[in-house]
């Protein structure tokens, strides 16, 4: 039986012979670079990745430090911006960047496939990326980020090391200030990529991500993907050259 790193490879020349690519094609490429990070235990050397590809395998992920990390900056930033008054543009920009870490992915996969010898054509191109990662986040509607249950209560000794972690990103971001409790938010994060149709320059497309959030209390602070900008309809999406 072929390992993860010879059907990887498969599948990304056949991306690029074929110089097209659907949703069950991204999906098996993120499937089978889970593996293959699995099989050489590089989790640390691609967290990103990792997490990227664990979310788009299960149906909620709330057992990822990753992952709540994001969520404790997405509500410290949120806070930050509603104090200061300042656009929702700011926000934006910080989730593509800062937290969601789109760039860092993209290196990431750069890396991975340097490393492993394998075809960076779905990466390296801007349209084909633009387009990966359009498939990629279509996968991850109504997939949730959350908190764990019972991140709100108060750390107990019994709590694993895992649990007290959580707990403590959750507090972190839903402390006191100033004798008042800070608002922690919970999101919908509407999935737009940048447009693989868009042929203005990079700095001119729409941002990655497009975020609403509203205050919330309580430990299902989660982020929620949802397919509000569509792409276009077709069975597969041509690559560039």
């Known amino acids: 039986m072929s390992g993860p790193r010879h059907r990887l490879d498969m599948l990304l020349k056949k991306a690029k012979r074929l110089r097209r690519v659907d949703g069950s094609a991204v999906r098996n490429v993120i499937a089978t670079i889970r593996e293959l990070i699995e099989a050489n235990r590089s989790h640390a050397d691609f967290p990103v990745t990792a997490l990227y590809c664990n ?9 990822s430090l990753t992952a709540l990390r994001w969520l404790a900056e997405i509500s410290k930033k949120q806070s930050a911006i509603a104090s200061q008054s300042t656009g929702v ?15 860092l992915l993209r290196r990431e996969l750069l890396e991975l496939a340097r490393r ?8 390296s191109s801007e349209r ?37 972690k959580a707990k403590r ?14 608002q922690i938010f919970k999101a919908a994060w509407i999935s737009l990529a940048v447009d693989p149709w868009d042929d203005r320059p990079e700095l001119e497309r729409t941002p990655v991500f497009h975020c ?19 792409l276009p309809e077709a069975d597969e999406y041509i690559l560039a050259p």
């Not at 788009?56 to 057992?63: C, D, G, N, R």
């Not at 492993?116 to 990466?123: C, K």
């Not at 205050?215 to 900008?229: H, L, M, V």
């Open 128 to 164: 084909n990326w633009a387009l990966f990662m359009a498939l990629l986040l279509d996968g991850l509607i109504d997939k949730h980020l959350q908190y764990p249950d019972g991140a709100d209560q108060p750390s107990d000794q019994s709590d694993s090391d895992w649990m007290k």
């Open 89 to 103: 543009q700011d926000l934006l920009n910080y989730l593509s960047e800062q937290v969601f870490q789109v760039d």
């Open 212 to 230: 609403n959030l509203r205050a919330f209390e309580g430990p299902t602070f989660a982020i929620r993907i949802t397919n509000a900008y569509p």
């Open 169 to 182: 990103l959750y507090q972190e971001a839903s402390t006191s200030v100033g004798g008042a409790r800070r």
């Open 55 to 63: 979310w788009s395998l299960h149906t909620q992920i709330s057992a």
């Open 116 to 123: 492993h010898d394998l075809s960076n054509f779905l990466f």
